[in-house]
């Protein structure tokens, strides 16, 4: 009869109170049928909405994000859960005011207030006695369940079940999924529930929980593991619980849920203690310690694992003191007392016989190498890698023969041999095992793009660079996430993408702000002093690089100090102090009997600060030495710099057609690889050549073809530099 008038009537309902036999709903399938009315559904709030209802009640202020998800995971977006339950973290002062943001102190299982409790319990009320208690039981095993688990754990009949679940579904107070699975229409319905229970009820209950999911096939129960161990604690039968734990954490492990695997081995930690299970417990610290060296809290884990380590010894478990051994190893290296434990571990190998414990054996060489790689003992290094690659291939242990490949590989490149170490290391990376040991392959993929870096493939460099990363952040490993981006970062740097290299280190920099001290925290650190450098802020390049410096000496780490003094080295030669270029650079030449890589790199250098001194004899045989060398070892990269040095000293001798080669020859190459940077101070160094020959033309040429680089750049030094020659150049 309205039809015609402007009137709008607006009703709300409860869905779940309606079933098919409500006389609501036959009035709205004829209100349907008749177009009369058109139906809105109102579910949930989205965590937006959530947070914005959070703000209102909390007086418009803003609300932390962890805070959000917390309430919003609590209360599934139900408006009137979310005023409720932040009312009372309010009034329990769990809720508090930081920095002008609400943030939250509770824990996981906030407490539901009483509001909340009685408003779903009222509802709960309405159900019959038998269909409560039924729900009651369901509860303990958690916000779903299976028909087949209520009916083993319950002990009734399955046709009273399926009769009280019919109740509770009409009451929608559960949905029916599928395959005979049911779930509570909200979290908070299970969880009122499971709180009615008194104590003994729920130990036993959930003592009944365990064994009916223990007796579902192995594949399907060991898929379930960490929940049947929390229902075995729970139900006070520690000693089977503790298996179920450890297999969850393996599980959560293997799918690099690191925090997960943790809280499962912590777990199984205590369990063990509780057991006084001492085998067990050094088995549960070992894995516990080796979640925390993948995660990078190596003094947690180097606590935990000594003790393991004490364990098995005292229960006589040699293969897993080596185990233990081994993974302690990882993090000596990375704490900077890599050479304690290289005693330790050598003084094991002595004790164990050739045939005794083939793998622990060659899992002891490879650790070995990556202890005396940190120390700078690169040619032992290389011994044990190859010790531990004939093992492992004689084994036929091919996830061995990755590791012991790659340390092969990085030791070689250490030593100069470039082509040797990057055909090992693309083998370790090639290898069908590779992916499943994701910890090795990040390396692998980092020093090889470091390899193809120096040898100028750009392309090659960059690829590896992004599989380290992509594995880094599926493993969840920050310092293998950190280092991967210092890589992509200084492959950006040399193509002369500085904005990307910039955003690369910054991503970087977030993720080692909360790491332990370590050699490894630096690998950030020295790429954004470099591009510092390079950009002209060298203050603040010289105060990241003296901090990196300090860490890799108190590391005693070879490669870091080396890294970090040749681009100090650097910067006091481009401010004018070629003598204490010299002081910093000449303690870090080649020792006796070997020709390293580091070394080779920074030989121009060197050489400049001979030249800048007037030693040009001294500066002649040091970058004939370098150009030997990078030529031999086919490091592409530091050839540009060795070229203009040689071209400067040759023109400066008056061979100014060699000098002019040389230094069409490193702008070329340059060019080649897609470094403009080199290619600017190539030109650069030919244009003050051609200035000093009164060849101001060609002067002129070269110089403005590298302003336009150093100005795309933001290259601050050598643009004002260039800069201030063209304009005391004569006219043309």
């Known amino acids: 009869q309205f039809r015609t008038a402007r009137i709008l009537l607006l009703g709300t309902y409860r869905d779940q109170e309606v079933d098919q036999q409500h006389p609501l709903r036959t009035a709205l399938r004829d209100l349907h049928r008749e177009h009369l009315m058109e139906q809105i559904d109102v579910d949930g709030l989205r965590p937006d909405g959530t947070a914005a209802l959070m703000s209102a009640t909390l007086g418009a202020w803003e609300v932390s994000t962890r805070f959000v998800d917390l309430v919003h995971r609590h209360t599934q977006g139900n408006a009137f859960f979310i005023e409720e339950v932040v009312r009372a973290l309010v009034e329990r002062d769990d809720a508090y005011i930081s920095d002008g943001v609400w943030d939250c102190r509770a824990g996981e299982d906030l407490e539901i207030p009483r509001t909340v409790f009685d408003a779903v319990g ?16 369901a509860s303990v095993l958690g916000e779903a369940f299976s028909f087949d688990e209520l009916h083993a754990m319950s002990g009734r009949a399955e046709e009273a079940i399926d009769e009280d679940l019919t109740e509770a579904v009409r009451a929608s107070v559960i949905r029916v999924g599928e395959h005979d699975r049911y779930s509570f229409n909200h979290a908070l319905t299970q969880r009122v529930l499971y709180r009615e229970l008194t104590p003994h009820r729920r130990k036993q209950l959930h003592l009944a929980a365990g064994n009916a999911i223990e007796q579902e096939p192995e594949r399907l129960r060991d898929r379930r593991a960490a929940e049947i161990a929390w ?3 729970n139900g006070g039968a520690h000693d089977r619980a503790l298996r179920y734990a450890l297999l969850a954490g393996d599980q959560d492990a293997a799918r690099f849920a ?36 993948n995660i990078g809290r190596y003094p947690e884990a180097q606590e935990l694992l000594d003790i393991a380590v004490t364990l098995y010894r005292d229960v006589k478990d040699l293969e897993g003191e080596v ?25 094991l190998l002595s004790r164990l016989d050739t045939g005794s414990l083939p793998r622990g054996i060659t899992e002891l060489y490879i650790v070995l190498e990556t202890l005396q790689y940190a120390t700078g003992r690169f040619r032992e290094g290389l011994e044990a890698a190859e010790r531990a690659a004939q093992l492992a291939f004689e084994a036929g242990d091919a996830p061995a023969l990755a590791r012991a490949e790659t340390g092969r590989g990085t030791e070689l490149m250490m030593l100069g041999r470039l082509d040797e170490g990057l055909l090992a290391l693309e083998g370790a990376i090639a290898l069908p095992v590779a992916a499943d040991d994701p910890y090795n392959l990040v390396r692998a993929l980092d020093n090889a793009g470091h390899g193809y870096l120096l040898r100028g493939n750009m392309i090659r460099s960059r690829e590896l660079a992004e599989q380290s990363m992509a594995l880094g952040e ?58 510092c450098l390079d950009e002209g802020d060298w203050v603040r390049a010289s ?59 920074f030989l121009p250098t060197l050489a ?62 340059a060019r080649e690889m897609t470094c403009p940077y080199l290619e600017a101070r190539a030109l650069f160094a030919w244009g003050n050549v051609c200035r000093n020959r009164d060849d101001f033309d060609r002067a002129r040429a070269h110089l403005k073809e590298a302003h336009v680089i150093f100005a795309r750049l933001g290259a601050r030094p050598y643009l004002n530099w260039t800069e201030q020659i063209l304009g005391i150049l004569p006219d043309a």
């Open 122 to 137: 009222e509802r709960l009320a309405r159900l019959s006695a038998n269909v409560q208690t039924l729900l009651g039981e």
């Open 231 to 233: 229902h075995f604690v």
């Open 258 to 293: 690191q925090r997960e695997a943790e809280r499962q081995y912590r777990l199984g930690v205590e369990l063990a203690q509780n057991n006084h299970d001492v085998a067990l417990e050094a088995v549960a610290l070992e894995k516990l310690g080796r979640v925390l060296t």
């Open 323 to 347: 185990r233990v051994t081994v993974q302690l190893g990882s993090v000596h290296r990375a704490i900077g007392t890599s050479d304690s434990w290289i005693a330790r571990v050598q003084g």
């Open 474 to 531: 599926q493993i969840q490993s920050p310092w293998d996430t950190a280092i991967a981006l210092s890589g992509l970062a200084a492959n950006c740097r040399f193509r002369g993408e500085w904005a990307k290299a910039r955003a690369y280190l910054e991503r970087g920099a977030d993720l080692s702000r909360d790491l332990p001290t370590s050699w490894w925290a630096t690998y950030v650190q020295l790429e954004i002093g470099g591009l």
């Open 543 to 601: 105060r990241l690089l003296e901090d990196a410096l300090m860490i890799a000496r108190r590391s005693q780490h070879l490669e870091g100090i080396r890294s970090a003094e040749r681009l100090l080295a650097e910067l006091d030669l481009l401010d004018g102090r070629a003598a204490l270029t010299r002081s910093r650079l000449e303690p870090l030449l080649d020792r006796p009997g070997l020709e390293e890589l580091q070394v080779t790199e």
């Open 608 to 669: 400049a600060a001979y030249e800048a001194e007037g030693d040009l004899t001294h500066a002649e045989i040091i970058i004939q030495e370098a150009m030997r060398r990078a030529t031999a070892a086919n490091t592409r990269l530091v050839l540009p710099s060795a070229l203009v040095v040689r071209g400067r000293l040759m023109a400066t001798q008056g061979n100014v057609t060699q000098g002019e080669r040389d230094l069409d020859a490193a702008v070329q190459l």
